[in-house]
């Protein structure tokens, strides 16, 4: 499966958690921990490497790149709040803007 920017699935999982995490570089032991949703043939942390994502450490280390700064600092907030929380959509109101 291929998604926004053509990533994967397996790569913005590994980007989700450096935003999850708070951190700017994980180890490859910290990375390979990750519960990804399907199995990678090749590490995500290699791939996201190629696609400019990442940089490697000295370290065995990855770190973000300023290229990932704009994928990560996105916040998506839903357009429609229903009050309740249970309801239907279709009840929602907008929310003020």
Known sequence: MVLTLGLTT???RVLQEFRRLGKDALT???IGAIKHPFPAEEGPERSLLSKGY???GETDSFALTP??????SY???PEY?????KGDPSEATPEAE
């Open 10 to 12: 397996q790569e913005i």
């Open 28 to 30: 490859s032991a910290e």
């Open 54 to 56: 990442l940089t490697a």
């Open 67 to 72: 290229l990932a700064d704009p994928l990560l």
């Open 75 to 77: 916040n998506p907030v």
């Open 81 to 85: 709040e229903v009050a309740d929380g």
